[in-house]
């Protein structure tokens, strides 16, 4: 893999890109979310502010700006900014990736959230989609950002990915966002879509038989919203 963003927290392998970003923030907030004393409202709230952050790091090279002359209480000058004409596509995977997504809007100046429902079978641990917001197309060259918190087996990233990809999206189109990340969902992912580019808080190397990460942050959803 090579570096997203050119910097030593990458970890590569071919053209499958995967970043865990080194900011004590991002270790902070992952710490929390480990932590299995942390109550519902305070888990929900620490993975809203890892995906903050996550997020400001998979856009740091990657947003349309331009440029454009105004005028301060000063003076005239040149600014850089963030193109509101093209929006950022979220597409949070439900239910726990609305919470990784939630402050999404706090850093991003604009945006359109797209939601996706699918939940994995607890045997089989294959997925099936229960509800589907995407667009019938998503527009030439618009930037997506996929949020899952859990990339474990793999299943249900995929397949996610496989609904935006035929709806007319490329893969250098796409960046997902994760709060933790195992080596059975990267593989998948790097022999599905190489290229694709993951951003994670943490990673993890092993996936027990229930498909849940150890040591993991348990089930996001259920945490998140004390199910």
């Not at 305070?42 to 995906?51: D, I, M, T, W």
């Not at 005239?76 to 726990?96: C, G, Q």
Request: glycine letters at 8%; hydrophobic letters at 45%; one cysteine or more.
């Amino acid at each position: 893999m090579e570096n997203c963003n050119h910097e030593p927290t990458a970890v590569s392998m071919d053209s499958f890109k995967v970043v865990v970003p080194a900011h004590p923030l991002i270790s902070h907030w992952v710490s929390v979310l480990r932590d299995r004393s942390t109550p519902s409202h305070a888990f929900k709230s620490a993975l809203g502010e890892l995906g903050r952050l996550l997020i400001y790091e998979a856009t740091r090279d990657w947003l349309p700006t331009v440029t454009r002359e105004i005028q301060s209480p000063m003076g005239t000058a040149v600014v850089e900014s963030i193109s509101e004409m093209e929006p950022v596509m979220i597409i949070p995977i439900l239910r726990a990736g609305l919470a990784l997504a939630d402050l999404a809007t706090s850093i991003l100046p604009s945006t359109r959230t797209f939601h996706l429902g699918m939940a994995r079978d607890e045997e089989t641990l294959l997925p099936s989609v229960y509800l589907n917001k995407l667009p019938d197309r998503f527009p030439k060259g618009c930037h997506i950002l996929l949020v899952d918190p859990m990339l474990a087996t793999g299943g249900t990233v995929t397949a996610a990915v496989d609904l935006v990809k035929e709806r007319g999206a490329e893969i250098s189109q796409i960046r997902i966002i994760s709060a933790v990340a195992a080596p059975p969902a990267l593989k998948k992912l790097n022999l599905r879509f190489p290229g694709i580019c993951v951003y994670t808080g943490a990673m993890d190397q092993i996936v027990n038989k229930k498909g849940f990460i150890v040591p993991g942050l348990g089930d996001a959803g259920d945490r998140s919203y004390g199910t």
